[in-house]
């Protein structure tokens, strides 16, 4: 099983971006998945996460109202999202999927982690 993700790039602040996660195991859908984000020299930290069938979703507070985790099992593909973005929000963006439905906001819990893509944000 593979992860990755895509959609990464260079915005303005104000901007929006959508990163996209994609699965390559058909059993994708019994799967939670998170979003992690890791800034320059900080620890990687919690984005958000969504239930197997999309119906329950959890975010950092910080982030809630900005950012949206959804999903599409058809198509094996998780989405995050990001709008009125902020040089703060620069980071590496990765995607991990998990067997547990609980426990969702720590790194732990996830099992498969993607190589992650940039996100800049300038100012």
């Known amino acids: 099983v593979q992860l990755v993700e895509s959609g990464g790039g260079l915005v303005q602040a104000g901007g929006s971006l959508r990163l996209s996660c994609a699965a390559s195991e058909r059993t994708f859908s019994t799967y939670a998945m998170g979003w992690f984000r890791q800034a320059p020299g900080k620890d990687r930290e919690f984005v958000a996460a969504?239930?197997?069938?999309?119906?329950?979703?959890l975010y950092t507070d910080s982030l809630k109202g900005r950012f949206t985790i959804s999903r599409d099992n058809a198509k094996n593909t998780v989405y995050l999202q990001m709008n009125s973005l902020k040089p703060e929000d620069t980071a590496v963006y990765s995607c991990?999927?998990?067997?547990?439905?609980?426990?969702?906001?720590?790194?732990?819990?996830?099992?498969?982690w993607g190589p992650g893509t940039q996100v800049t944000v300038s100012s």
């Open positions: 991990a999927s998990s067997r547990r439905t609980n426990g969702l906001r720590y790194r732990s819990t996830y099992d498969l």
């Open positions: 969504i239930s197997w069938a999309g119906g329950s979703t």
